[in-house]
Nanobody, 120 residues
């Protein structure tokens, strides 16, 4: 079974930076894509950023496009990072890492989440 483990969350002030990491462990799996989602209190989970594993194409939520960067480790490790700069109050949320494995049409493997809190 594959597990995704996030790390790097914490409490920061507006304008600060954080780097989230997501490491896959367990049996080897082939990913189509890996991404980050977040869920703020009282809101639905939303897409933040993703990367296609085959070609490295990246996608971002409009509100984070110029501030966040998704990247990955060199193969064969399935580790994905989210560099978050110029953090805003509205970035406060639990951030989840997710993977879309080969053969799946959606993100089918999820991490447990890491809390990011931005204060003024």
């Amino acid at each position: 079974q594959v597990r995704l483990v996030e790390s790097g969350g914490g409490l920061v002030q507006t304008g600060d930076s954080l780097r989230l990491s997501c490491a896959a462990s367990g049996r080897t799996f082939a990913a189509v894509a890996m991404g980050w989602f977040r869920q703020a209190p009282g809101k639905e989970r939303e897409f933040v950023a993703s990367m296609r594993w085959a070609n490295g194409d990246t996608y971002y939520k409009d509100s984070v496009k110029d501030r966040f960067t998704i990247s990955r480790s060199r193969p064969p490790k399935n580790t994905v990072y989210l560099q978050m700069n110029s953090l805003k109050l509205e970035d406060t949320a639990v951030y989840y890492c997710a993977a879309q494995s080969v053969g799946s049409s959606e993100y089918n493997i999820w991490g447990q989440g890491t809390q990011v809190t931005v204060s003024s």
